[in-house]
Nanobody, 129 residues
Framework: EVQLVESGGGLVQAGGSLRLSCAVSGFSFPDYAIGWFRQAPGKEREGVSYISSSDGSTYYADSVKGRFTISSDNAKNTVFLQMDSLKPEDTAVYYC??????????????????????WGKGTLVTVSS
């Protein structure tokens, strides 16, 4: 059973930083993708950043490019999202999501909400102005 568990959310002032973690377990195949999504009140869920286990390739939404960094620690089966220069508009519940494949994955590939097979429960990030 695939499990994705987020942690690291909280309250931070604008311009500050937070690091989110996603503990990953249960994938049957070595090739899988992990994405970070967010959903602000009254808005649709949107993809923020993605990483492939196959080759480490990454992809970022334009809204976070240059401010957020996704990375993975394969030994600890954890994916991180380092968020710097945070803005009030980054306030949202952040979700870790993923899917596995039978062939190597290179980002950006299948990055939509509907492409994800597994979801964590989310962690709240609040950025005050």
């Amino acid at each position: 059973e695939v499990q994705l568990v987020e942690s690291g959310g909280g309250l931070v002032q604008a311009g500050g930083s937070l690091r989110l973690s996603c503990a990953v377990s249960g994938f049957s195949f070595p090739d899988y993708a992990i994405g970070w999504f967010r959903q602000a009140p009254g808005k649709e869920r949107e993809g923020v950043s993605y990483i492939s286990s196959s080759d480490g390739s990454t992809y970022y939404a334009d809204s976070v490019k240059g401010r957020f960094t996704i990375s993975s620690d394969n030994a600890k089966n954890t994916v991180f999202l380092q968020m710097d220069s945070l803005k009030p508009e980054d306030t949202a519940v952040y979700y870790c999501a993923g899917y596995e494949a039978v062939a190597p994955i290179t980002m950006p590939t299948m990055t939509g909400v509907d492409d994800m097979d597994y979801w964590g429960k989310g962690t709240l990030v609040t950025v005050s102005s």
